[in-house]
């Protein structure tokens, strides 16, 4: 459960008009937004009112950060199942 005043209970909103803005410039995905470089953001920017290049840049950030942390994850996730496999069931 979350309150009005939790920083997460916002976090499906900023999701929405991230989203909605991505959706302006024709980014699909998250992964697309986090391998633009700075002349894509420039020409995506170029195209709209609605976000700043300033503004795009750090969604560019955001979204790197948001791969990364994915990817990391996925791999801890891959090594913990291989981890288990070559253990065997009766080895823990």
Do not use: C, W
Request: net charge positive.
């Amino acid at each position: 459960m979350t309150y009005p005043s939790d920083p997460v209970f916002h976090m499906k909103e900023v999701g929405k008009n991230m989203a909605k803005k991505l959706k302006r410039v024709g980014v699909k995905t998250i992964s697309d937004l986090a391998t633009m470089t700075d002349r894509d953001i420039s020409q995506a920017t170029g195209k709209t009112v609605f976000i700043s290049t300033e503004k795009f840049i750090e969604f560019r950030k955001a979204a790197i950060k948001i791969v990364e942390a994915y990817e990391n994850d996925r791999n801890k996730d891959a090594h913990i199942q291989e981890v288990a496999n070559e253990m065997g069931p009766n080895k823990f």
